[in-house]
């Protein structure tokens, strides 16, 4: 079973188009429905992430993001005007790129994560970002001090610690996230069109098992069920060959040719191309025997479309694809 075409084919990417711009709302409410509260509008504003409640007395107007998927959702929203720095900018999608222009890099790379110092270069009042490490002991620290110094901070909560992640989680950060900037209408046409989008495709039945190889030759890398990727694998009709392993973790082989998975998933990095990858695999002699490999059943997916964020849509349908064929 192939996944079908998304009904609203191309939704997503004209509301994320009609994001681009400034931050105020300019997108028709329901008839009858009250204006939403927001911090420009009867403020202050309180949401929750990642199970700490955080205020906004005004909409902040120094925005780091400091990864990608953050970044895109940001500008999703139309809030390029109070991008003050970004991480990673060369990761992009390709119409974004025309809105990071003059926005300062913080840093080339978000990884190693970048340091409280480097990202206070760029005085921000708020930082959003899609990965926990950012706010580990050796980026930018502690989130409650860094609203200590005024700073506060927004995590993508498919990435909240402890936390199954879920497609729903990003609907729930463009809506609070879009609370927080006065933009709730346009927050639901965009979590709208992800639904539409994720919805629409079809899961494969029946359902395959399935190994993510996310980098490393001695001891393959894998994701993690409860990452977005498990939810992801789930949706499109694969059972995950390592549920155990909640977290991004090593393990080994030997492993991996006793659970025999059908289907590869190899994440596209800038360290470890899918391409090379799938070569060495292919020329790996412990391996010959699993069934991917023997019928070449290995599905592609850039590391970013795994991550929380707005590309779940494209990412879930490509799976379903890979894992129908």
């Not at 990417?13 to 711009?21: F, T």
């Not at 950060?173 to 965009?190: M, N, P, S, T, W």
């Not at 991996?256 to 070569?279: L, M």
């Not at 590391?303 to 129908?324: H, I, M, T, W, Y």
Request: with cysteine; net charge negative; proline share 8%.
């Amino acid at each position: 079973m192939t996944a079908r075409m998304p009904v609203a084919a191309g939704a997503l990417a004209m509301v994320l188009l009609a994001g681009c711009g400034g931050g105020q709302d300019t997108s028709a409410a329901e008839p009858g429905t009250p204006p939403a509260a927001s911090a420009s509008a009867g403020g202050p504003v309180q949401v929750d992430n990642c199970g700490t409640t955080y205020t906004y007395g005004a909409p902040p107007e120094r925005i780091v993001t400091s990864s990608t998927v953050a970044t895109e959702v940001v500008l999703a929203l139309g809030l390029k005007d109070r991008m003050a720095g970004t991480v990673a900018a060369k990761d992009i999608l390709p119409q974004y790129a025309p809105d990071l222009a003059g926005v300062r890099v913080v840093a080339e790379s978000a990884f190693p994560p970048p340091s409280r110092e480097v990202v206070y270069a760029a005085n921000p009042d708020l930082v959003v970002s899609g990965y926990p490490d950012d706010y580990g002991p050796k980026a930018m620290g502690d989130r409650a001090r860094l609203q200590k110094d005024g700073v506060n901070t927004y995590l993508l909560s498919a990435s909240c610690p402890g936390h199954t992640a879920t497609v729903e989680d990003t609907y729930g950060d463009l809506r609070r996230l879009g609370k927080v900037f006065g933009v709730e209408a346009r927050a639901e046409q965009l979590a709208a069109a992800l639904k539409a989008e994720v919805d629409a495709v079809v899961p494969r039945s029946p359902a395959v098992r399935v190994f993510d190889y996310a980098g490393g030759k001695e001891k393959p890398m894998t994701t993690g069920s409860t990452a977005m990727y498990g939810d992801l694998v789930r949706r499109a009709g694969g059972v995950d060959i390592f549920p155990e392993v909640t977290e991004f973790g090593q393990v080994g082989w030997e492993e991996v040719v006793n659970r025999d998975p059908e289907v590869i998933v190899v994440e596209d990095q800038v360290f470890e191309p899918a391409a090379k990858s799938i070569a060495w695999m292919r020329s790996y002699a412990p391996i010959k025997n699993v069934t991917a490999v023997k019928e070449n059943r290995f599905v592609v997916v850039p590391v970013n479309d795994l991550q929380p964020g707005l590309r779940s849509g494209r990412a879930l349908k490509a799976l379903a694809e890979g894992f129908a064929r």
